[in-house]
Nanobody
Framework: QVQLVESGGDSVQAGGSLRLSCAAS???????????MGWFRQAPGKERERVAT???????TYTDSVEGRFTISKNNAEKTLYLQMSGLKAEDTAMYYC?????????????WSQGTQVTVSS
Protein backbone atom coordinates (compact mmCIF):
# COMPACT_ATOMS: atom_id res chain seq x y z
CA GLN A 1 0.00 0.00 0.00
CA VAL A 2 1.38 3.38 -1.01
CA GLN A 3 1.73 5.83 1.84
CA LEU A 4 2.39 9.55 1.49
CA VAL A 5 3.83 11.50 4.40
CA GLU A 6 3.75 15.24 4.09
CA SER A 7 5.71 17.91 5.90
CA GLY A 8 6.58 21.58 5.73
CA GLY A 9 3.35 23.34 6.58
CA ASP A 10 3.68 26.43 8.75
CA SER A 11 2.40 29.90 9.48
CA VAL A 12 4.07 32.69 7.51
CA GLN A 13 3.61 36.34 6.69
CA ALA A 14 2.26 37.38 3.33
CA GLY A 15 5.05 37.51 0.78
CA GLY A 16 6.93 34.72 2.48
CA SER A 17 7.95 31.31 1.21
CA LEU A 18 7.48 27.69 2.22
CA ARG A 19 8.46 24.34 0.80
CA LEU A 20 6.21 21.35 1.26
CA SER A 21 7.58 17.83 0.95
CA CYS A 22 5.76 14.56 0.37
CA ALA A 23 7.67 11.33 0.89
CA ALA A 24 6.28 8.14 -0.63
CA SER A 25 6.71 4.62 0.72
CA UNK A 26 5.30 1.22 -0.13
CA UNK A 27 6.49 1.29 -3.72
CA UNK A 28 9.78 0.87 -5.55
CA UNK A 29 11.66 3.68 -7.23
CA UNK A 30 10.75 2.14 -10.58
CA UNK A 31 7.07 2.25 -9.73
CA UNK A 32 7.31 5.80 -8.37
CA UNK A 33 8.86 6.88 -11.66
CA UNK A 34 5.62 6.15 -13.48
CA UNK A 35 3.33 7.77 -10.96
CA UNK A 36 1.60 11.08 -11.56
CA MET A 37 1.74 13.31 -8.52
CA GLY A 38 -0.27 16.31 -7.45
CA TRP A 39 -0.73 18.94 -4.78
CA PHE A 40 -4.22 19.87 -3.67
CA ARG A 41 -5.55 22.27 -1.06
CA GLN A 42 -8.77 22.88 0.77
CA ALA A 43 -9.67 26.02 2.65
CA PRO A 44 -12.45 26.08 5.26
CA GLY A 45 -15.84 26.19 3.60
CA LYS A 46 -14.40 25.68 0.14
CA GLU A 47 -14.08 22.74 -2.20
CA ARG A 48 -10.78 20.95 -2.65
CA GLU A 49 -8.70 22.58 -5.36
CA ARG A 50 -5.99 21.07 -7.53
CA VAL A 51 -2.92 23.28 -7.14
CA ALA A 52 -0.23 21.64 -9.26
CA THR A 53 0.56 18.35 -10.94
CA UNK A 54 3.61 16.62 -12.39
CA UNK A 55 3.65 13.53 -14.57
CA UNK A 56 6.19 10.83 -15.38
CA UNK A 57 7.80 13.07 -18.00
CA UNK A 58 8.04 15.97 -15.54
CA UNK A 59 5.36 17.92 -17.35
CA UNK A 60 3.70 20.29 -14.92
CA THR A 61 0.38 22.07 -14.60
CA TYR A 62 -0.69 24.82 -12.21
CA THR A 63 -3.94 26.40 -11.26
CA ASP A 64 -4.04 29.99 -12.46
CA SER A 65 -3.90 31.53 -9.00
CA VAL A 66 -0.47 30.02 -8.21
CA GLU A 67 1.14 30.18 -11.66
CA GLY A 68 4.51 31.90 -11.39
CA ARG A 69 4.58 31.68 -7.59
CA PHE A 70 4.55 27.93 -6.91
CA THR A 71 6.82 25.25 -8.35
CA ILE A 72 6.15 21.53 -8.23
CA SER A 73 9.05 19.13 -8.53
CA LYS A 74 10.01 15.62 -7.60
CA ASN A 75 13.07 13.54 -6.84
CA ASN A 76 12.39 10.07 -8.14
CA ALA A 77 15.43 8.50 -6.48
CA GLU A 78 14.19 9.74 -3.10
CA LYS A 79 10.51 9.19 -3.98
CA THR A 80 9.77 12.68 -2.77
CA LEU A 81 7.50 15.35 -4.17
CA TYR A 82 7.95 19.05 -3.44
CA LEU A 83 5.96 22.22 -3.68
CA GLN A 84 8.00 25.41 -3.46
CA MET A 85 5.70 28.29 -2.63
CA SER A 86 6.78 31.91 -2.80
CA GLY A 87 4.97 35.23 -2.76
CA LEU A 88 2.43 33.67 -0.45
CA LYS A 89 -0.91 35.41 -0.07
CA ALA A 90 -3.62 35.17 2.55
CA GLU A 91 -5.78 33.34 0.03
CA ASP A 92 -3.20 30.54 -0.08
CA THR A 93 -4.20 29.61 3.46
CA ALA A 94 -5.48 26.04 3.39
CA MET A 95 -4.81 22.45 4.27
CA TYR A 96 -2.46 21.10 1.61
CA TYR A 97 -2.42 17.49 0.47
CA CYS A 98 -0.23 15.52 -1.89
CA UNK A 99 -1.69 12.72 -3.96
CA UNK A 100 -0.51 10.00 -6.30
CA UNK A 101 -1.85 7.77 -9.04
CA UNK A 102 -0.31 5.44 -11.60
CA UNK A 103 -0.15 7.61 -14.70
CA UNK A 104 -1.30 4.89 -17.07
CA UNK A 105 -3.60 2.75 -14.94
CA UNK A 106 -5.68 5.44 -13.27
CA UNK A 107 -7.22 8.83 -13.90
CA UNK A 108 -8.25 9.45 -10.30
CA UNK A 109 -5.71 10.06 -7.55
CA UNK A 110 -5.69 6.93 -5.42
CA UNK A 111 -3.34 7.74 -2.58
CA TRP A 112 -3.44 10.81 -0.35
CA SER A 113 -1.34 12.31 2.40
CA GLN A 114 -2.66 13.31 5.78
CA GLY A 115 -2.48 17.01 5.00
CA THR A 116 -0.41 19.87 6.33
CA GLN A 117 -1.67 23.32 7.28
CA VAL A 118 -0.39 26.43 5.57
CA THR A 119 -1.49 29.71 7.12
CA VAL A 120 -0.58 33.05 5.57
CA SER A 121 -1.22 36.19 7.55
CA SER A 122 -1.50 39.58 5.90
Amino acid sequence: QVQLVESGGDSVQAGGSLRLSCAASGLTVSAYNVYCMGWFRQAPGKERERVATIDLRYRTTYTDSVEGRFTISKNNAEKTLYLQMSGLKAEDTAMYYCAARPCVAATDYRFWSQGTQVTVSS
